[in-house]
């Protein structure tokens, strides 16, 4: 097979947006902490952006044919990596989510686990021939990305583990999901709440309970939604002072509540300024995922964008208070390595698919 | 490869496209509803959030004796406090924390942790009231243990070991009770209020208006500016007309013994000293008083927290026989009656006998003079039956018995003068005729409180001019102040003056030489006064009881002095309870009295006001005193008499040593600063 890979077919435009909104990002982590003890933050964002940005290069020379290729040996990987949490993790907060690194970092697997269960359904949804899904692909689709949802449920890690859920649907909905089976994911979901409920961690529930009555304790569990919802709200149309984020009064301004912080400060204006910017993303990367060479590159680049999405859903939702708290932070504005690397992987994957969109 | 030729469905991916739409303007919408819409709410709710009112305290009124001296003060107390930056392990801390507060750590621990659940911007109070010490570990140690602050109030100090403790009172939190009540409806949970004595009496005078500081926090309670101030405005001092110099010579006179001393300007009727045993240390509730500490004090059986000087209730024994004296005399039937005292007489078919007997003597002929000096029981038996109860009752009732004196201190009780009414009312019973004998005697249902001996008595000693007591003289409240007034401040009992020189002339015969055997002269000091022991429990109870009641219920000792006899400057009425030594209720009055005097020798005011024969000081004083020795009567029949008369003198040393003159009640320097 011959190939033809040249950088003038690179996504730019998206590259230029995604870098608008982690600037933006920087800004507000920068605005947040400056008189914290998280003060300097915003210059280790850069160096993650920048190292980001490194990779997703990297990531476009590999051809991702050959990565779906051998992805079965990452799945395996994946999953191992994810029972090693499990047994030898570092305890923190009452979760195992990290492994200890020589050299001192920490690594959480969660988020490159769902880099390769993007890959996965990708490939597992390219090699259907049939127009309709059948029942026994659906519960093999449904099986790839449970098995580590539930191990990183167990951690426990409800927030990331439900954003493997976004891939396993766009998959089976791309891949020709019927309403029957539609009604049955519906079913499931509805039996699984109470099981769920009965699982849920005291804190869970306790966000869970304040989130549908966030008045009725606003002191204690409901007190991280309310305060959000005054940063949001006092930003007016054209922004504020920021009290709450400088007062310290809304809960970590640098990471999950960057929205929160960022609507105070920049107002309706500013904040719907930065959801266009996510938005153009989102457009442009549906347009590649469009024009992709085969199906197996529109699956990898529809997991992105199914897994954006649900980012931002969550998180946003969260900041307005639609959403309960779950701690998923708001990809490429959140201060964060883990998640700012993922992105850039994953737009990586999206460049190289779009970078090989004229091969034969 | 695979089927690269089979698209995905270009349907499905614009309806991918149509759902992130959708999620869009829905989050577009949750930022319109929260920044356009409700935006004017919001933003007031982070002004809320960014500006907390702190309370400023307003200090409370000092409380002052009738010459400004100080005797309540406040002093400045911290509270440690930890606040909760997220930036320290708390934990780690905690090591530290205790022993520069004198804590145990794992108490710290367990503070910290039962208060986690609070939101993070309030602060926990770690430890009240902090040594010098401990507040200087917390300055030294602001860069370790940023988490430690420590925050001001004003605290009561009061006069140290229960000094006066009953009159001034002390105060407390305001409970939810009283917050209920309209009288308390602006005060806010949180406010110290008087709970007793003058401290309740005079609270709104006392209290000051805090006021109130706008200050800047963020979301640790840390205080990043200042907005605006509202100043406090500090309570109004309080003048007593309690002389300091008096108090403390009352509060030695009773040498621990329980009991009560009340001295009183009958002319005014100005409260120049007050004591009540045993006492309680106000101090120990101005922090916070433990349960069990607060138990203790209740259960105890002496009672210290009953003010005994206008709450106990007890027979006024022979000290009631001058208000018998003024009846009889007003009534036209004292000045003649003549009686053979034989060691006793019949009333009613029983017998009723006179102190007298204990010493194997008899009285002999008795009139009205040598019955008050002698204190002879048959006298005032043949007294109180020609009287009969209703005019005993009248005259005594109009001396201010069986009711509250007025006097501006919480809680006073009534007592009780019994009557043919009272009786029926009380006890749906008919007044026997012999309850009437017992009554003469100051026996009987009759109950009485020092503070209504000492009115009473001098008023008699006065020419009937009965007066509201009270420790704050309304003049020198503040103007908005307006004083509960209970009843008339001034009452005139009619008395003729002859009957008055008799009463009084004859209590001074108490203490004259040519009276009874050993009664001794009191030099330069007109002093008069009268004795009374009172039974707790009847005589024929106590016979019941054997030695354990003899031992158990020993009779109460009462002594009403006036200074000088005539228009007396100074009454004083001690109470000694269970006081086995009748002496020493008169000896206890006498030394208030000596305390008086000689301060009024050293006014330079009264030296040049005629009195000049003080001037000179003499070495000794010889004072005089009659009391009567309970527990030395035997087989008395019941409510029969049982006093037995004894005399004696004593020598005051005055020019040995000045008395020091107090700056301040003890314990409360002039620093204001609390001595430890």
Known sequence: ?360 | MFGRDEKVSAIRLTAAQYLILAIFLTLAYGLWRLQVMQSGYYASAAEKNRIRNVPILAPRGKILDREGRIIVDNYPSFSALVLRDTSRDLNADADLIAQGLHMDANEVRMHIRHFASLPQYQPIFLKEDITPDELAFIDAHRNELPELDTIMAHRRLYPRNGFMAHLIGYVGEVTEDMLNQPQFELYNPGDVVGVSGVERQYNTALMGKNGSRQALVNSHGREVGRLGETAAVPGNQLKLTVDLDLQIAAEEALEGRNGAIIAMDPRTGEILAMVSRPTFDPNDFAVRVSREEWNKLVTDEDHPLLNKAIQAQLAPGSTFKIIMAAAGLQEGIAQDLHVNCTGGAEFYGRYFKCWVVAEHRVHGEVDITKGIYQSCDVFFYTLAEKLGIERIAKYATMFGLGQKTGVDLPQEVSGVMPSEEWKIRNFKQKWFAGETISVGIGQGAVAATPIQMARAIGAIASGGRLVRPHVANPTDLPANLIPASNGADEVMVPMDPHNWEIITDAMADVVNPGGTAALSHLQDIDFAGKTGSAQTISNALKAKLGAAGKANFKDNGWFVGVEPRRNPEIVVCTLLEEGEHGYLAARTAAKVVKAYVEKQHRLPNKMANGKAAHAAPKERIEMAGVWNAPGETEQNSDGGANDSLHAGHFFLDLSKKSLPVATTAPGIASTGYRVP
């Open chain 1, 1 to 360: 097979m011959s190939r033809y890979v040249s950088y003038r077919d690179f996504d730019w435009l998206l590259l230029i947006f995604v870098l608008m909104i982690c600037g933006l990002g920087v800004m507000e982590i920068h605005s947040a902490t400056v008189h914290t003890k998280f003060a300097g933050a915003h210059v280790r964002q850069i160096y993650w952006v920048l190292g980001g940005v490194g990779a997703m290069f990297l990531m476009s020379l590999v051809n991702y044919q050959i990565l779906l290729d051998r992805i079965h040996w990452f799945y395996i990987a994946a999953v191992a990596s994810l029972m090693g949490v499990l047994l030898f993790g570092q305890k923190y907060l009452g979760a195992r989510r990290w492994i200890k690194m020589p050299g001192g970092n920490h690594f959480q697997p969660s988020e490159w686990v769902k880099l390769i269960l993007i890959l996965a359904v990708a490939k597992y949804f390219a090699e259907m021939h049939q127009r309709d899904l059948s029942w026994s692909d659906f519960m093999k689709a449904g099986a790839i990305v449970g098995i580590p949802m539930l191990m990183v449920l167990a951690q426990p890690d409800l927030g990331t583990s439900l954003t493997y859920l976004p891939v396993a649907l766009m998959g089976l909905f791309l891949g020709g999901l019927h309403w029957k089976q539609a009604a049955l994911v519906v079913f499931l979901a509805a039996l699984c709440m109470p099981v769920a409920w009965h699982h849920l961690k005291d804190y869970q529930k306790a966000r869970l309970a304040s989130f549908l009555e966030p008045d009725a304790d606003p002191q204690g569990s409901g007190y991280q939604v309310e305060q959000s919802k005054i940063a949001v709200g006092s930003g007016g149309i054209w922004g504020g002072k920021g009290s709450q984020t400088h007062g310290a009064f809304l809960p970590v301004p640098q990471t999950d509540f960057i929205f929160a912080a960022f609507a105070e400060e920049h107002g309706f204006v500013g904040a719907l300024g930065v959801l266009l910017l996510y938005f153009i993303v989102l457009m442009r990367l549906t347009q590649n995922a469009q024009t992709a060479p085969d199906r197996a590159g529109t699956f990898v680049v529809m997991g992105v964008v199914a897994v954006l999405s649900f980012h931002i859903l969550v998180n946003v939702g969260m900041v307005v208070g639609f959403m309960p708290v779950t701690g998923i932070p708001l990809p490429l504005m959140s201060y964060g390595g883990s998640s700012v690397l993922f992105m850039f992987l994953a737009l990586g994957m999206v460049m190289n698919v779009r970078m090989r969109r004229f091969v034969n």
